[in-house]
């Protein structure tokens, strides 16, 4: 089994940064599509960036594009989600997601609040 535990969050004024991070044990990551999730109290979780197992290829939701950036070392067994220029619609919990066929594994999230 994956375990992935979250860190890196906190309480940041808007304009700031951030930059989480994501370890994983268990397994290799090279394998694995990953991604960072997020959700904000009452709303539906929702996929921000995602990097790709082989190619490296990014994909980001629209409302980060440009200020966020999604990496992995694989030899680290990390991903990373470096954020910037933030705002108070990015607070939420963001959660890691690996996914490798039809097995994906969920960390327990980490809390970020952006004030304005």
């Known amino acids: 089994q994956l375990k992935l535990v979250e860190s890196g969050g906190g309480s940041v004024k808007a304009g700031g940064s951030l930059k989480l991070s994501c370890v994983a044990s268990?397994?290799?990551?090279?394998?694995?599509?990953l991604r960072w999730y997020r959700q904000a109290p009452g709303k539906e979780r929702e996929s921000v960036a995602q990097i790709y197992s082989v190619t490296g290829y990014t994909r980001y939701a629209d409302s980060v594009k440009g200020r966020f950036i999604i990496s992995r070392d694989n030899l680290k067994m990390t991903v990373y989600l470096q954020m910037s220029d933030l705002t108070p619609d990015d607070t939420a919990t963001y959660y890691c997601?690996?996914?490798?066929?039809?097995?994906?594994?969920w960390g327990r999230g980490t809390q970020v609040t952006v004030s304005s």
């Open positions: 997601h690996a996914q490798r066929g039809v097995n994906e594994y």
């Open positions: 268990g397994f290799g990551l090279s394998s694995f599509d």
